[in-house]
């Protein structure tokens, strides 16, 4: 099961240090991660220069190695906790535009919304712009929607088709509002009769 962005991006000590551990090849500094006990500790460890960005260097490699969407979505959200570099800030930016010229799904997404700044964007205007300029479809749309919680926002886009197939997704929506689940079958059946109604004529 998926978790959504604001949950991911809760970061602990213990993963942090878990994520150097499976990076770091260097025993020396990885004994001095294990010492940090605490996260000012920890903190202070890495606002070291020397050791962010040897650190940083151990990450990038461990990120070219991914092989699914799911490990470069780990390495993406854990790089982005520590290190804030413009050489990767520039990567990322690369990432999003050869990711983007594929066909984009709930897969692809989840690596997108570590790609972009959610400070300077809102969830509902990244979703226009991935729907508008990149093609997505209404259905993954409103897929990414219920991921992130915004179920409201789900089912507006599922509005935009005639009708959705897709009986887990409506039972998703179901699950999150009942209100907005009854209005969007009211909505279908409205269209259906509106159909069957022009075509008997």
Known sequence: MRQDY??????????????????????????????????????????????????????????????????????????????QYQSYTDLKKQLFTKICKKTITINEYCVLRHLIDFQNTSFAHFIQVLHENYEVELQECAKMCLLEDQYHLAYQYLKLLPDCSDQNLLDLLCSYSFYDYVSLMRHYNKQKRSYQFATSH
Not at 28 to 33: A, G, H, P, V
């Open 6 to 83: 604001q949950t991911l991006n809760h970061i602990t000590l213990g993963e942090k240090k878990d994520y150097i551990q499976k990076i770091c090849q260097d025993q020396q500094l990885l004994q001095l991660i294990n010492e940090c006990m605490t996260i000012q500790s920890f903190e202070n460890m890495m606002n070291y220069q020397e050791i962010n960005k040897k650190l940083f260097i151990y990450a990038l490699h461990a990120l070219y190695q991914s092989s699914d969407y799911d490990q470069l979505e780990y390495h993406l959200m854990m790089m982005n906790g520590l290190f």
